[in-house]
């Protein structure tokens, strides 16, 4: 058995395609591109070369130990586009040159879908088409859809979106709940520290704020079976929560929010929470307090982050090598229904590059 084959499984990996070729509501390039600006050069130069050439992370997996990344195309994707029908052809031209970079190399990578919420019937209908068609394990949304213009949103908890979450169910597979900015008219706050808005801290405030959005809606007891899947630790969810719950816990019955049960157990019964972009141990020790290891996943972010830094943080961490091979791999084999043939061979999961300290907390 070769080293990549019991190797870690990474879920919130990015891809961009030039063929993307769309706009948002307010004439930017949505490939992450108008932020260049903010960006050290040759960060940003590496970035943009990576996202759009798959192949050239082949060597970082392998020396990373890495055996497989789920792809997905980078935000805001398709959340971005505030025509339907160009939403809709968009996300289904996306999905098709992803289905072609996966069967190019089906044993490194594989992919989660792109849908057009901007419809949700379509969007439905191309989940299922990715998923039984072109073997997506899931799909990643981009928090809130445009739909009109820039400063239009439709988030997932609302009504005209439970009609997908109700195929999403019924289809079984996870759906990674990915960062985009606030809305543009909705940032005084970052007025005068424009680079706070993107993913120093915007991200995880927006995605954060949607999480609960969906708890409160009832969501999840009207469809307990649906998984969701945060990265970059759960945005700051695991630490934040518990805090929810007791303040709730004084608020009236007609403001409490539609949930049944306490915050914190859909935090542990339907999501799952990834390291991607998040490499430190106190608030991954919080987290495995919070949910288990058996609801947390390795994931890097690439290209943003380095598949380097992100692995020899995980391969020293101070944590049992059974919880270390839950959350580098297990986990997501069952998650995401992968074949499992070589789930028995947790010695050539570590990363050939790094040493093994199994002691100091970083
Ligand atoms: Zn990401």
Redesign the pocket.
């Known amino acids: 058995m070769s080293e990549r084959d019991a190797g870690k499984i990474a879920l ?1 990996e ?1 891809f961009y395609l030039p063929s993307f070729e769309t706009y948002g509501a307010d004439g930017s390039a949505l490939d992450g591109a108008s932020k260049a600006h903010n960006y050290d050069q040759k960060y940003f130069a590496t970035v943009q070369q990576r996202l759009a050439d798959v192949n050239s992370w082949i060597e970082d997996m392998d020396r990373g130990g890495i055996e497989r990344m789920v792809l ?1 195309l ?2 805001p994707g398709i959340q971005g586009i505030p025509d339907r029908k160009i939403a809709v052809d968009t996300a289904k031209r996306m999905n098709d040159e992803l289905a072609q970079m996966v069967t190019a190399n089906p044993k490194r990578f594989s992919g989660f879908a792109a849908v057009p919420l901007q419809d949700v019937r379509a969007a439905g209908d191309e989940l299922e088409r990715t998923v039984s068609q072109l073997g997506f394990k899931g799909v990643l949304i981009n928090g809130y859809t445009n739909i009109g213009d820039a400063n239009t949103a439709q988030y997932l908890d609302e009504a005209p979106v439970w009609d997908f979450w109700a195929r999403v169910e019924a289809l079984g597979v996870p759906v990674y709940l ?2 985009r900015p606030p809305l543009p008219n909705q940032r005084r706050v970052y007025e005068g520290y424009p680079v706070l808005v993107d993913s120093p801290w915007g991200f995880a405030a927006e995605t954060a704020i949607h999480t609960l959005r969906l708890m409160l809606s009832g969501l999840f007891d009207r469809f307990p079976r649906l998984q969701i899947i945060l ?2 630790m759960g945005e700051g969810l695991p630490f934040l929560l518990p805090r929810v719950e007791s303040r709730l816990r004084h608020m009236t019955a007609a403001v409490r929010g539609k949930q049944q049960k306490p915050v914190t157990s859909y935090l542990r019964e339907n999501f799952y929470v990834t390291t ?2 998040h490499f430190r141990s106190q608030p991954l020790l919080d987290t495995l307090l919070e949910i288990g290891a058996e609801r947390l996943l390795f994931s890097v ?1 690439y290209p ?1 982050e380095t598949v380097q830094e992100q692995v020899e943080w995980f391969d020293s961490l101070a944590i049992s090598e059974t919880d270390r091979r839950r959350i580098a791999r297990e986990n997501a084999l069952e998650l995401l229904r992968l074949s499992s043939a070589a789930t028995k061979s947790p010695a050539t999961m570590k990363s050939p590059v790094t040493t093994q300290s199994s002691t100091a907390a970083k």
């Open positions: 919130e990015h997905s980078t935000q990915h960062p990265g970059h991607a972009g972010d943003y």
